[in-house]
């Protein structure tokens, strides 16, 4: 088990940022994955960023591409997403997910091996 803890979630207005972070319980994500997904009220799962372990591919979805950053510290012991120009459809709970095999940062949750238990977004208008 990798026990992922979120925390950084809030209330904040449109146009506001707000800065994700993602740390393993007693570990490091040295060779790993690592994504943020979001779930909103009555709506499925989906991708929001990801980075493999050498940071060499990142992606985003083309909903977040140009406000929200990943990215992971030096060490390995932490995965961060910076949200900036933040807006009322942001609103979700958004969870961090680590893969065992981290050459790649896959866009589907399936293939994440860890999840966290999620921290509250929520933009008002």
């Known amino acids: 088990q990798v026990p992922l803890v979120e925390s950084g979630g809030g209330l904040v207005q449109a146009g506001g940022s707000l800065r994700l972070s993602c740390a393993a319980s007693?570990?490091?994500?040295?060779?790993?994955?690592m994504g943020w997904f979001r779930q909103a009220p009555g709506k499925r799962r989906e991708f929001v960023a990801a980075k493999s372990w050498s940071g060499g591919m990142t992606y985003y979805a083309d909903s977040v591409k140009g406000r929200f950053t990943i990215s992971r510290d030096s060490a390995k012991t932490a995965v961060y997403l910076q949200m900036n120009s933040l807006k009322p459809e942001d609103t979700a709970v958004y969870y961090c997910?680590?893969?065992?095999?981290?050459?790649?940062?896959?866009?589907?949750?399936?293939?994440?091996?860890?999840w966290g238990q999620g921290t509250q977004v929520t933009v008002s208008s």
């Open positions: 007693g570990r490091t994500f040295n060779t790993y994955a």
């Open positions: 997910a680590a893969r065992r095999l981290g050459m790649t940062a896959p866009r589907e949750g399936d293939e994440y091996d860890y």
